[in-house]
């Protein structure tokens, strides 16, 4: 019989347990590493980018331009407050004759016809979740009804209001529960540079 053959022996520097086996689990983890960074980076740069992301419109600049809702000076601007519950004025105040038709500002649908605090009000709701409020006024629509801009809503009623004792129409305009200042919405007068003459 012969005797087994003898294996030659291995380092213990070189075995898988050791420094080598550690060494080389490095750097696959660091290659790993490396290459997820290369993979993951541009993708998540994408993703913040600006032209990457999809936003909504903004409603106040798609509504543009809107008209007033009646022809006259503006008695009072509004001084929108900052938050819900502090004082300020939620709309404009324009002087109007009694009886004078109050005009829908952009196209909608009639959403409340009523008396609020003892004041005859409407309310249309617009593209973009803005809705359009007046008062005083006597309504000549009904609720559901669609308007185009121009369409008469209602007749500015010659009760006595906080304009007294003058008669204003008071028109408010909402995104959300938020109140913005209509003169936003109306449309501008065009500015055009001319170039000087020598």
Do not use: K, N
Not at 56 to 67: G, K, Y
Not at 118 to 124: A, I, K, M, Y
Request: net charge positive; glycine share 10%.
């Amino acid at each position: 019989m012969t005797a087994p053959e003898a294996r030659p022996q291995i380092p213990p520097t070189l075995t898988r347990s050791g420094p080598l086996r550690r060494s080389s689990s490095r750097v696959r983890l660091v290659a790993a590493l490396g290459v997820a960074t290369l993979v993951c980076a541009p993708a998540a740069s994408a993703a913040r980018s600006p032209a990457a992301t999809t936003s909504a419109p903004d409603p106040v600049a798609t509504a543009l331009p809107w008209r007033t809702p009646v022809t006259g000076t503006v008695a009072r601007t509004a001084q929108i407050p900052s938050s819900p519950w502090a004082s300020g004025h939620r709309g404009l105040d324009m002087l109007a004759t009694p009886g004078v038709g109050v005009v829908a500002p952009a196209d909608g649908i009639v959403g409340f016809v009523g008396r609020v605090a003892g004041r005859g009000v409407v309310v249309l709701e617009h593209d973009g979740g803005l809705r359009s409020s007046f008062e005083p006024v006597s309504t000549v629509v009904t609720v559901g009804t669609r308007v185009a801009a121009g369409d008469v809503v209602a007749r500015v009623d010659g009760a006595p209001g906080h304009c007294a004792p003058l008669t204003c129409l008071h028109w408010g305009v909402r995104l959300g529960e938020r109140y913005l200042d209509p003169a936003a919405l109306l449309a501008r007068p065009r500015i055009v540079l001319m170039p000087l003459r020598a």
